[in-house]
């Protein structure tokens, strides 16, 4: 199984609280973390909500998004060394869009750059 199908399987919840740990250490908060899901994915509360209790896999999590938000060509930049931008996986790209959102929050960024408003 290589890393992508790893990643594929992987249960968004048990990332989650891991996206939040990293934006809390830097004086972010879980709210701010939400909105950048909300604004990625086009969920909400409540969908979010059921998507944590059901342990839904990063595949269909990104798969049963309401949006991808259109803006998402506007980030560019180094995650985990690889270029967002250049990777063809679409659902790996998804979830380096995110890692990168959120390592922006973590990193002080204004919430108006990261949701790139």
């Not at 930049?77 to 250049?86: N, T």
């Amino acid at each position: 199984m290589n890393n992508n199908t790893r990643v594929y399987k992987m249960s968004f919840a048990g990332v989650y609280p891991h996206y939040i740990q990293k934006a809390e250490k830097k004086g972010r908060t879980k709210d701010e973390v939400d909105e950048i899901i909300f604004w990625l994915t086009g969920y909400d509360k409540h969908t979010l909500q059921y998507h944590l209790d059901n342990k839904t896999d990063f595949e269909n999590f990104f798969a049963m998004a309401p949006q991808i938000n259109p803006n998402v060509s506007k980030i560019t930049g180094v995650i985990c060394g690889y270029r967002v931008e250049e990777i063809e996986d679409q659902l790996i790209q998804k979830v380096r869009y995110l890692d990168k959102l959120i390592d922006e929050l973590a990193k002080g960024k204004a919430m108006a750059k990261i949701l790139r408003s």
